[in-house]
């Protein structure tokens, strides 16, 4: 029978010429991706000057001649323990993740990398608006990176190396719109289905930012306030436990003064969070007001043509392409990029809407300022620092031997009180168009007060101390969007801190270890209390339910019987104010009966011990976990199966100790410090973060060398 007439014969050779097909598009597409550009002489030559102390618990301890050169070094040592998430962070700054992944998370990433001019401000500014100092220390961790891929090609994707200092610094200028929630606004008018008008309240808008508050901890004590004359700091950021945002824990040591322990993030060359040998600091996130969405006036006549007061103005207009990676070949995506003088503009089915976000092309100098904060020897140095003022969000707690501060650290726009400012604003009059912010010198903050001590905690300036040391409110008007509201962590931090003379160091602990909710936290205000005054039982479950909700004391602690049934009754309605920045949120009376249902399903029972429930989970480690939401010990934990599993919360904690023999920290990290699951510090210091245990940090070159796992210059593996 001809191969033509027999169909069974003809579908399996079809199938075998698309499986060769397929496997030959892998094998190239393959050979692409491991196709590195070969080892520079010049990075064996830099590597050379650096050496990777590794302690037992495998943090880094990085010692290079240079600043450049211990940048190198970090981001090898960071490489050996991240590379996928460095490797992603920067490819993602770069507009290409959809290259790398193809999901929604990717497009909207790139689209919104394209539309802020990511890579065109970075490529216009580089050279001139960064020192040289700081372009060597981000040319020097781009070269330390690329090291590591060439080394390491079945790790890498070749289509994006060799990186580049310019690669490092976008990083900076595309992750921060993100955490002032240009995203938010963005993606709420491109989901729109309707025109949104003037007068149009948006999810973090002034209204809702007052409710949008994402954890963090930070709270110094003066020497003076302490029963043994040291100075403490409480650095206590709350991220996502994985992921691009999640701390790495290193120390980077140069012969040029850089002597810094502390947070960082995959693909950065400096440290956020922590101390040097003079001073420390923590930030916590603010919530002003920091993005503006503009209506435009468009011409019936000319499309491109937008009206402001009595003229026409044209839109500036750019293509941009995002390609997408659809394994067998490319797809590109052609769009335009509009910019109007409000700011980057989009258009939809219903209009052109413009965006202003506080420091508006001024992000790429973010990472001089922290690399200037990180080699400050004193307070004055600091501050010099921070007049820099290129970081537009963050409060920062600072302490040092004989000061401590506070700062709302923003970028407060000056803006015209005859407008709703939490709303869409009319995109046709200059009268919307603020080009001024508050200097530096004039926000709200604190220094040295007669409390003793300061603290933030996502909430109001208003409220940083006791006393009458606190910025005044009637000081910054309400067009700024300054928060308001005070979290139960704060309420908490003032009644403590507040109410103790003289504060030891195990009490200093103690308070921030906390796990208890404030009679006047919003957990009650929201959840608790509706359910107890308004619930009528339907049945006898309901009933013991509720008479176990109104014995919870509040606390926290992993064998308390009632803070599950009061956390899960509370977690979808903070989801919604925190997460969602919905304008409506879930009736307490409907996730009440909700976590009812869910506890008696999975136990059998309402009354669960909460450490029962709510685990840590690590590879093969499963450990009960305490704290919950908004307490001082927070922790974050979602649904997953039968469970609460912590993502996030209490993350990287450091307490800095500055005495008159120097300074001195402990720290603890929720997992690790790698996220290889074959390392053995994937998860070696989640059983004593289970338990509130801090390990001493290691800063003085003999006690890392005492305690040293392994030692080596980039390019030599160290075991993991």
Same mark, same amino acid.
């Given at each position: 029978?001809?191969?033509?007439?027999?169909?069974?014969?003809?579908?399996?050779?079809?199938?075998?010429?698309?499986?060769?097909?397929?496997?030959?598009?892998?094998?190239?597409?393959?050979?692409?991706?491991?196709?590195?550009?070969?080892?520079?002489?010049?990075?064996?030559?830099?590597?050379?000057?650096?050496?990777?102390?590794?302690?037992?618990?495998?943090?880094?301890?990085?010692?290079?001649?240079?600043?450049?050169?211990?940048?190198?070094? &970090?981001?090898?040592?960071? #490489?050996?323990?991240? %590379?996928?998430? +460095?490797? $992603?962070?920067? /490819? !993602? =700054?770069?507009?290409?993740?959809?290259?790398?992944?193809?999901?929604?998370?990717?497009?909207?990433?790139?689209?919104?990398?394209?539309?802020?001019?990511?890579?065109?401000?970075?490529?216009?500014?580089?050279?001139?608006?960064?020192?040289?100092?700081?372009?060597?220390?981000?040319?020097?961790?781009?070269?330390?990176?690329?090291?590591?891929?060439? &080394?390491?090609?079945?790790? #890498?994707?070749?289509? %994006?190396?060799? +990186?580049? $200092?310019?690669? /490092? !610094? =976008?990083?900076?200028?595309?992750?921060?719109?993100?955490?002032?929630?240009?995203?938010?606004?963005?993606?709420?008018?491109?989901?729109?289905?309707?025109?949104?008008?003037?007068?149009?309240?948006?999810?973090?808008?002034?209204?809702?930012?007052?409710?949008?508050?994402?954890?963090?901890?930070?709270?110094?004590?003066?020497?003076?306030?302490?029963?043994?004359?040291?100075?403490?700091?409480?650095?206590?950021?709350?991220?996502?436990?994985?992921?691009?945002? !999640?701390?790495?824990?290193?120390?980077?040591?140069?012969?040029?003064?850089?002597?810094?322990?502390?947070?960082?993030?995959?693909?950065?060359?400096?440290?956020?969070?922590?101390?040097?040998?003079?001073?420390?600091?923590?930030?916590?996130?603010?919530?002003?007001?920091?993005?503006?969405?503009?209506?435009?006036?468009?011409?019936?006549?000319?499309?491109?043509?937008?009206?402001?007061?009595?003229?026409?103005?044209?839109?500036?207009?750019?293509?941009?392409?995002?390609?997408?990676?659809?394994?067998?070949?490319?797809?590109?995506?052609?769009?335009?990029?509009?910019?109007?003088?409000?700011?980057?503009?989009?258009?939809?089915?219903?209009?052109?809407?413009?965006?202003?976000?506080?420091?508006?092309?001024?992000?790429?100098?973010?990472?001089?300022?922290?690399?200037?904060?990180?080699?400050?020897?004193?307070?004055?140095?600091?501050?010099?620092?921070?007049?820099?003022?290129?970081?537009?969000?963050?409060?920062?707690?600072?302490?040092?031997?004989?000061?401590?501060?506070?700062?709302?650290?923003?970028?407060?726009?000056?803006?015209?009180?005859?407008?709703?400012?939490?709303?869409?604003?009319?995109?046709?009059?200059?009268?919307?168009?603020?080009?001024?912010?508050?200097?530096?010198?004039?926000?709200?903050?604190?220094?040295?007060?007669?409390?003793?001590?300061?603290?933030?905690?996502?909430?109001?300036?208003?409220?940083?101390?006791?006393?009458?040391?606190?910025?005044?409110?009637?000081?910054?008007?309400?067009?700024?969007?300054?928060?308001?509201?005070?979290?139960?962590?704060?309420?908490?931090?003032?009644?403590?801190?507040?109410?103790?003379?003289?504060?030891?160091?195990?009490?200093?602990?103690?308070?921030?270890?906390?796990?208890?909710?404030?009679?006047?936290?919003?957990?009650?205000?929201?959840?608790?209390?509706?359910?107890?005054?308004?619930?009528?039982?339907?049945?006898?479950?309901?009933?013991?339910?509720?008479?176990?909700?109104?014995?919870?004391?509040?606390?926290?602690?992993?064998?308390?019987?009632?803070?599950?049934?009061?956390?899960?009754?509370?977690?979808?309605?903070?989801?919604?104010?925190?997460?969602?920045?919905?304008?409506?949120?879930?009736?307490?009376?409907?996730?009440?009966?909700?976590?009812?249902?869910?506890?008696?399903?999975?136990?059998?029972?309402?009354?669960?011990?909460?450490?029962?429930?709510?685990?840590?989970?690590?590879?093969?480690?499963?450990?009960?976990?305490?704290?919950?939401?908004?307490?001082?010990?927070?922790?974050?934990?979602?649904?997953?199966?039968?469970?609460?599993?912590?993502?996030?919360?209490?993350?990287?904690?450091?307490?800095?100790?500055?005495?008159?023999?120097?300074?001195?920290?402990?720290?603890?990290?929720?997992?690790?410090?790698?996220?290889?699951?074959?390392?053995?510090?994937?998860?070696?210091?989640?059983?004593?973060?289970?338990?509130?245990?801090?390990?001493?940090?290691?800063?003085?070159?003999?006690?890392?060398?005492?305690?040293?796992?392994?030692?080596?210059?980039?390019?030599?593996?160290?075991?993991?």
């Amino acid at each position: 029978m001809p191969f033509a007439r027999d169909p069974i014969r003809r579908t399996v050779y079809s199938v075998i010429i698309i499986i060769a097909i397929l496997f030959a598009a892998h094998f190239i597409r393959a050979t692409i991706q491991s196709s590195m550009p070969p080892v520079d002489p010049a990075w064996q030559e830099q590597a050379g000057r650096v050496q990777i102390l590794r302690d037992e618990w495998g943090i880094a301890h990085v010692y290079g001649q240079s600043d450049a050169d211990a940048a190198f070094g &970090l981001a090898y040592a960071h #490489a050996e323990d991240d %590379f996928a998430l +460095i490797q $992603g962070a920067l /490819i !993602a =700054a770069q507009g290409k993740l959809s290259l790398l992944q193809l999901s929604e998370k990717a497009l909207a990433n790139d689209f919104y990398t394209d539309l802020f001019g990511i890579q065109i401000d970075t490529d216009t500014y580089y050279d001139t608006v960064l020192s040289d100092d700081t372009r060597a220390m981000l040319e020097g961790y781009a070269a330390g990176f690329n090291y590591y891929a060439s &080394l390491h090609p079945d790790e #890498a994707d070749g289509r %994006f190396f060799p +990186i580049t $200092g310019k690669d /490092i !610094a =976008a990083g900076f200028a595309h992750k921060l719109p993100l955490f002032l929630r240009i995203d938010l606004s963005l993606k709420t008018i491109m989901e729109s289905e309707d025109p949104l008008m003037p007068g149009t309240v948006l999810p973090g808008s002034l209204e809702t930012a007052r409710l949008r508050m994402v954890a963090s901890n930070a709270h110094a004590v003066h020497a003076g306030h302490s029963t043994d004359g040291i100075t403490r700091l409480n650095v206590n950021s709350h991220q996502p436990w994985e992921g691009p945002v !999640a701390w790495y824990e290193a120390h980077v040591i140069s012969e040029e003064g850089w002597n810094m322990l502390g947070g960082t993030f995959p693909g950065s060359p400096i440290i956020f969070v922590g101390h040097n040998e003079h001073l420390g600091w923590a930030h916590t996130v603010n919530h002003y007001d920091s993005v503006d969405v503009y209506r435009l006036e468009m011409n019936p006549d000319n499309p491109l043509q937008y009206r402001v007061d009595d003229e026409w103005l044209e839109l500036k207009e750019r293509p941009i392409e995002i390609t997408v990676d659809l394994f067998l070949f490319n797809f590109t995506y052609d769009d335009m990029a509009y910019t109007s003088i409000y700011g980057p503009t989009v258009k939809t089915d219903h209009g052109y809407y413009a965006f202003r976000h506080a420091g508006l092309g001024d992000m790429l100098r973010t990472v001089e300022q922290w690399y200037r904060m990180n080699k400050a020897a004193n307070f004055n140095e600091w501050q010099n620092a921070m007049r820099l003022h290129a970081l537009p969000m963050f409060n920062t707690v600072y302490a040092d031997r004989n000061t401590i501060h506070y700062v709302y650290n923003a970028r407060l726009p000056i803006r015209n009180p005859d407008y709703d400012w939490r709303a869409v604003l009319p995109g046709n009059t200059r009268k919307t168009l603020w080009e001024t912010e508050l200097p530096y010198d004039q926000l709200p903050q604190v220094t040295n007060p007669p409390s003793g001590f300061v603290q933030n905690c996502n909430s109001t300036p208003f409220r940083t101390t006791t006393g009458n040391a606190n910025p005044r409110r009637e000081d910054y008007p309400e067009s700024m969007g300054i928060e308001d509201r005070m979290t139960n962590r704060a309420l908490r931090s003032l009644e403590l801190f507040g109410g103790d003379q003289r504060i030891s160091r195990a009490e200093f602990l103690r308070y921030k270890w906390d796990r208890a909710y404030d009679s006047q936290a919003p957990i009650y205000r929201e959840a608790i209390t509706p359910v107890l005054e308004n619930l009528t039982p339907q049945n006898e479950t309901e009933r013991r339910a509720l008479g176990i909700l109104r014995q919870w004391n509040g606390r926290t602690d992993p064998d308390n019987r009632s803070a599950a049934l009061a956390i899960l009754t509370w977690q979808p309605i903070w989801t919604s104010i925190v997460v969602d920045r919905a304008l409506e949120h879930p009736d307490p009376l409907d996730t009440f009966r909700a976590a009812v249902d869910w506890l008696l399903s999975k136990y059998g029972r309402v009354d669960v011990p909460l450490g029962q429930v709510q685990r840590l989970i690590r590879g093969n480690v499963n450990l009960p976990l305490g704290g919950g939401p908004d307490v001082l010990n927070a922790i974050h934990a979602r649904k997953d199966g039968s469970i609460l599993r912590g993502w996030a919360g209490d993350a990287y904690i450091q307490i800095a100790e500055f005495g008159p023999d120097g300074v001195q920290s402990l720290a603890i990290h929720q997992y690790g410090n790698s996220s290889r699951a074959d390392s053995p510090h994937y998860s070696d210091q989640a059983p004593l973060f289970s338990h509130r245990t801090l390990r001493r940090s290691l800063y003085d070159r003999a006690d890392i060398e005492e305690r040293l796992e392994s030692g080596y210059h980039p390019g030599a593996e160290h075991p993991r």
